[in-house]
């Protein structure tokens, strides 16, 4: 199957399919005309690379991990050093998080700390309205 084909049954953009090719994670062929050609299991390939994206793998660990991947879900066979390139990439997410709870109760702390500057300093002036005001 040519690109486009590839495209609309995964619902993966041609570049995006084409920058998996670049990183190594599908392989074409190539028709007499230089047209990249497809097999039907490209279809699961896609499917996977996705599936593995969302889980926040990289496209580098994802060409690790591939070779293990069966089914659409997929399923990881148990391939040398899958456990380690998963739970390493878990690790980094985990410092990320721990990262970005850190900067959220800092902007929290720094809103407080404002809003009680704010009170405060509105606290000594005398509300204006338009009846008090001046004509």
């Given at each position: 199957m040519l690109i486009g084909e590839l495209s609309r049954l995964t619902g993966v953009h041609a570049h995006q399919l084409r920058y998996y090719e670049a990183q190594g994670l599908l392989e074409p062929g190539r028709g007499a005309n230089g047209y990249r050609e497809?097999?039907?299991?490209?279809?699961?390939?896609?499917?996977?690379?996705?599936?593995?994206?969302?889980?926040?793998?990289?496209?580098?660990?994802?060409?690790?991990?591939?070779?293990?991947?069966?089914?659409?879900?997929?399923?990881?066979?148990?391939?040398?050093?899958?456990?380690?390139?998963?739970?390493?990439?878990?690790?980094?997410?985990?410092?990320?998080?721990?990262?970005?709870?850190?900067?959220?109760?800092?902007?929290h702390d720094y809103i407080d700390a404002t809003e009680q500057g704010v009170s405060r300093h509105y606290q000594g002036c005398a509300p204006t309205t338009l009846e008090s005001a001046p004509a």
């Open positions: 497809y097999s039907d299991d490209a279809v699961l390939t896609v499917t996977q690379i996705r599936k593995l994206l969302e889980a926040g793998l990289s496209t580098q660990e994802i060409g690790f991990i591939l070779p293990c991947a069966t089914g659409a879900a997929p399923e990881l066979e148990p391939c040398p050093e899958l456990l380690d390139t998963l739970r390493a990439r878990l690790h980094g997410l985990d410092e990320h998080i721990d990262t970005l709870i850190h900067s959220r109760q800092a902007l």
